[in-house]
Each structure stands twice: as structure tokens, then as C-alpha cells.
């Protein structure tokens, strides 16, 4: 059973930054592709970014491309997402999910395993 916990959610300034943390559990982390999703109140969730699970190849959602960066670290079986000049759009709840491939996978279907979120705003 796979089990993610996410960290780093906070209250920050327009162009400020942040950096969200996941930790999961299991030996399989690094066999997986992760992913970081956001979903604002009555909106869809949307994919931010996903990071392969081998040679660490990245992709990126056109709202957030050349401001975020995703990365992990399979030692500690942790991804990151580093949040730069953010906005007030950028405002929800961000989640990072694992995947059962070793590819970019982009769609919510994709991923079976899910943490709970945490909140990320950003004030004007």
C-alpha cells in the first residue's frame, strides 16, 4: 500500500516562492513516475507537473511552465515542486500523486495513488 504525505502549503506574496515537499512510503518509489496536481474550490483538478522515474525527464502544465520545477530524490523517496514568482491563480490545494508507469503521465485517471493535499495561497 502506497501512502503519500505532502508538506509546505502556506500563505505567501504574489512573486514570492515555495517549495512543497511529498514523502511516500514503500520500496517501489522509484520504479513510478510522480505527479503534482492542484485543484482551486468548484474548479477541475489540473495537472502542475510529472517527473519520469529513471532519467528524470519532466513535463509541465503551459500555466506554470518556467516558474515551477519538480524533482525527487529516490533515497528518501520524496518529489518536490519548487514554486517561483507565483500568482494568485496559483492558489489551491496541491497534490502529489504516484503513478503505476514509468512514463509523463498527465491525466488524474493516471494516477491510483493520491495524498491528501496541502493548501497553497497566494496573496495579491
Known amino acids: 500500500q502506497v501512502q503519500l504525505v505532502e508538506s509546505g502549503g502556506g500563505l505567501v506574496q504574489a512573486g514570492g516562492s515555495l517549495r512543497l515537499a511529498c514523502v511516500a512510503s514503500?520500496?517501489?518509489?522509484?520504479?513510478?513516475?510522480m505527479g503534482w496536481f492542484r485543484q482551486a474550490p468548484g474548479e477541475e483538478r489540473e495537472f502542475v507537473a510529472a517527473?519520469?522515474?529513471?532519467?528524470?525527464?519532466?513535463h509541465y502544465g503551459d500555466s506554470v511552465k518556467g516558474r515551477f520545477t519538480i524533482s525527487r530524490d529516490n533515497i528518501e523517496n520524496t518529489v518536490y515542486l519548487q514554486m517561483n514568482s507565483l500568482k494568485p491563480e496559483d492558489t489551491a490545494n496541491y497534490y502529489c500523486?504516484?503513478?503505476?508507469?514509468?512514463?509523463?503521465?498527465?491525466?488524474?485517471?493516471?494516477?491510483?495513488?493520491w495524498g491528501l493535499g496541502t493548501q497553497v495561497t497566494v496573496s495579491s
Open positions: 514503500g520500496r517501489t518509489f522509484s520504479r513510478y513516475s
Open positions: 500523486a504516484q503513478s503505476r508507469s514509468s512514463l509523463i503521465l498527465i491525466s488524474t485517471a493516471d494516477y491510483p495513488y
Open positions: 517527473i519520469t522515474s529513471t532519467n528524470g525527464r519532466t
